[in-house]
């Protein structure tokens, strides 16, 4: 069994209890990782409380070296961590290389430039302005993006001056390990970085609750996220939260067709679903949905489903069998709820394994639950509309607001769509996902913004000096 990395030092958890990691490909038991306690997060929140007046008033310069290194470390190894990300999340490995593992190298680099260059005082008539580290950070993880959304917390907290005491999910932690270990070697300072692993309503509730911590970031559903804001509440601390999404695909009557459904087909399916901001409704007018519904259903038979060291697989299996049967209870609702089902469903398409077929519903109506609800699966639900305001309506529709796209022969016309939908981000014509902008939602997908300088002002706290 692994160890909890606490004060600079791997350690057992006071509880002496293990957590299996499970090859959701295999169902094997692959490692075992500490149950933690409340008085494993105890002693992690005291070691990030002593390291951060020291790394508060570390030189900017040193904390970009040391972030940079890490970064350099994170790309050297990025094979390995990739095959870990693809035994214990299941990632089809091309994509838990480029996206689940080099993409966070480049983050971690962006934050090791800004560590430098954010500007931390402004002049504002004969007030002097300048932004401090937060404090301690408990940054709480999510299983689908394992290693990418601990160092969208890490690498802005690191880089502002603060001190995190890390719980990644329970589900696929494995690359947090890693993390941790190249932080280690590259000379973090003890205290500054600290990994509990555990339960949530363990572990994630005690770093959320404790007096000691001054910043909870938290990445998962919306209703964990409900309850991480509560008990932050207690001491009124800041939080910031990324939670669901429901995001749609608005494909104009002006637009490529085909181009649109093909891009959103593969947008709702990457990481086999299990993506927060994922399309997963592609909203088509009327007169064009038919034949939609015939180029989205070729589109998802080309995903091949299976092993994630094969080449040739597209989507992998879902993380867990907890996921995969809550995706097919909501296949099965879809049906029942009067949606036709026009290819995948609930079959298995391998013996073992938490495989499910590339699944797409025609016939969906507004209201409906696979149309309204975060499946989290590689479930694409598609829905017409008549008008451009009904188009907007539809896409705003949900209690979510994250991601979105719009797609018109008109960049103008995209635009101003694209303007329309309150979400926090939309792509435009298939533009690509920038991890130097702004991510985060609206509504119910959360409070605050994650990436590039957006990202790093979430840990800085502003004082005013009358001079």
């Given at each position: ?67 940079g290194a890490a970064a350099d470390l994170l ?109 280690a070697e590259v000379g973090l300072p003890a ?277």
């Amino acid at each position: 069994m692994r160890e909890l990395f606490i004060g600079g030092s791997w350690t057992a958890s006071t509880s002496g209890e293990s957590i299996e990691v499970v090859n959701p490909a295999t169902e094997e038991i692959i490692d075992r990782v500490p149950a933690g306690t409340p008085d494993d997060v105890e002693a992690a929140v005291l070691a990030a409380r002593r390291a951060f007046p020291s790394w508060a008033d570390t030189a900017p310069s040193e904390r970009a070296r040391l972030l940079g290194a890490a970064a350099d470390l994170l790309k050297q190894r990025a094979d390995v961590i990739a095959e870990t990300i693809a035994s214990d999340m299941g990632s089809p490995l091309g994509f838990a290389l480029k996206v689940q593992t080099l993409m966070p190298a480049a983050v971690l680099s962006s934050y090791a430039q800004l560590a430098e260059s954010h500007p931390r005082e402004r002049r504002i008539g004969n007030s002097l302005v300048v932004k401090e580290p937060a404090g301690v950070v408990a940054a709480i993880t999510p299983w689908n993006y394992p290693l990418h959304q601990i160092i969208c917390k890490v690498g802005p907290a690191l880089a502002a001056g603060c001190t995190v005491v890390l719980k990644p999910s329970e589900v696929a932690p494995l690359a947090a390990y890693a993390l941790a270990e190249i932080f280690a070697e590259v000379g973090l300072p003890a205290g500054v970085l600290n990994l509990v692993s555990g339960r949530g309503p363990v572990v994630g509730e005690a770093m959320a609750a404790h007096p000691e911590v001054d910043l909870v970031s938290f990445t998962g559903s919306t209703a964990a996220g409900r309850r991480v804001a509560a008990l932050a509440a207690e001491t009124v601390k800041r939080v910031s939260l990324e939670l669901g999404g429901k995001s749609a695909s608005v494909v104009l009557p002006d637009a490529d067709l085909a181009a649109a459904v093909k891009v959103s087909v593969a947008n709702c399916f990457v990481n086999a679903g299990q993506t927060c901001s994922a399309w997963s409704r592609l909203v088509v007018h009327r007169d064009q949905y038919d034949d939609a519904v015939r180029l989205a259903v070729a589109a998802a038979r080309k995903y091949t489903v299976g092993d994630p060291f094969d080449e040739s697989t597209r989507i992998g299996p879902l993380v867990s069998k907890a996921q995969y049967d809550r995706v097919t209870r909501y296949i099965i609702r879809g049906e029942e709820e009067g949606a036709r089902l026009v290819t995948g469903g609930t079959e298995r398409p391998l013996p073992k394994g938490y495989y499910v077929e590339p699944t797409v519903f025609a016939g969906v109506e507004p209201g409906m639950t696979i149309e309204q609800e975060e499946i989290f699966g590689p479930v694409l639900t598609m829905i017409p509309y008549t008008s451009e305001d009904q188009a907007v309506e539809i896409a705003n529709g949900t209690r979510y607001g994250l991601a979105g796209a719009v797609w018109s022969g008109s960049q103008e016309r995209a635009l101003a769509v694209a303007r329309r939908l309150r979400t926090g981000q939309v792509s435009v014509n298939g533009g690509q996902f920038n991890p130097l902008a702004p991510f985060g939602g609206y509504k119910q997908s959360g409070v605050g913004r994650e990436l590039g300088e957006y990202g790093m002002e979430e840990y800085l706290e502003i004082k005013s000096l009358q001079v």
